[in-house]
């Protein structure tokens, strides 16, 4: 460590927008920015902090702010427009109000590192004279997408069938986002995503919850317009050792993990042998999607770990649970630990970019069943650019059949193609740990950076 880090002190400010897959990439790299002798303080909205307070965060330090609906959070809100505008107005407010009751503590904060998601606390950081940083929690080619869209690049709605676009390869226009191919469909995550770069010149730095190989010439062409650097994967480091073992090592779970339940069930699974299929934190299947999914998996005769959360247990067929002896349901798990366990084979996947990079780090392949937002272009990277997976198509009515789930689990597992996936989600996963590990490129990005603020 150099000597003006040890005189300075320096502090950030975590600020996630308040979901699951904002916030465990955003808490792990806390983590990392604690290794380097960095303060942080997370900072939740009220709603959350009534939950996750009592869990373990190890040193980092939490504070709350008000997005306006302290009991109940989004889910209290009218709609996610009227959240979004109620969060922005209250939220600057009582960012405000923290960072003043900060400025006065005894190691007051210099930066604000914030969720892309929420620009507003940029401008409420720089009233204070922080250091502004953007934290980017999808994947460099859907951000420049978004940015693109901002700029009037990609003129809406669509006209072109094909896109060439920098730094990516060709896409047709439904491997682009959702939010572009059918444009219209969430207005409020539309502007979310696009409002990202309103004041996005203002920002020092942003960082990037991505590994530079992945994205080299898309992040290529992004750090010519902007202080960019790739800092991921942001998971922890025991991971990539497949030593993972204890739970609290893993950000936070905003339901029960079950985590004893899965395990144990996993340990007399052979190796290789069980499909593990989840769909995030958000995205619900329809009740016809469920049930082709739940008979794909029963057809492929593969033992299968599904995550079927509490709003959508009423969807699976009557009595599904009992008619295999091969699978277990359940509505949360430990993914991490889940992915690590040996006999685990393959992930049928939404695409999420935390479950992508999760997945690629650890070497598991995909079947990726994409069903919104930047999941979509994710599939598309996985399957033809990356090829640590296959795509599981859906037909006109937008649904993926039973037969296509069974025969994508059996490619996987079987075929020629499948040993070739497996080759290359263990090229990833090596070139992933060689970023996150001290000297490489993540690692020294993340240096760079501490440098630059214990500077500032
Ligand atoms: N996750 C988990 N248990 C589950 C399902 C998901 O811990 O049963 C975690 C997963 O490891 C990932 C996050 O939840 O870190 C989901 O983020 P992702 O970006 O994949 O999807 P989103 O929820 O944002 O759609």
Redo the contacts with the bound molecule.
Sequence with gaps: MNKERINHVPHCLILPYP????M??MIQFSKRLIQKQVKVTLITVTSLWKTISHKNLSSIEVESISDGYDEGGLSAAESLEIYKETFWRVGSESLSELLQKLSTSENPPNCVIFDAFLPWALDVGKSFGLLGVAFF?QSCSVNSIYFQTHDKFIELPLSKSEYLLPGLPILAQQDLPSFLYKYGSYPGYFDIVVNQFNNIGKADWILANSIYELENEVVDWLVKIWPLKTIGPSIPSMVLDKRLREDKE??I?LSD?NTEFCIKWLNDKPKGSVVYV??????GLSEDQTHELAYGLKDSESFYLW?VRDCDQTKLPKGFENTSQKGLI?T?????LVLTHEAVGCFV??C?????L?ALSIGVPLIAMPLWTDQVTNAKLIADVWKIGVRAFADEKEIVRSETIKDCIKEIIESEKGSQIKKSALKWKNLAKSSFDEGGRSDKNIEEFVNALAQF
């Design positions: 979901a699951q897959g904002h465990n990439p929690t893993y950000g779970n993990p989840s769909f995030g934190s958000m995205a995550v359940v949360w798990c430990p993914q991490l996947t939404h999420g970019w935390n479950s992508t999760e």
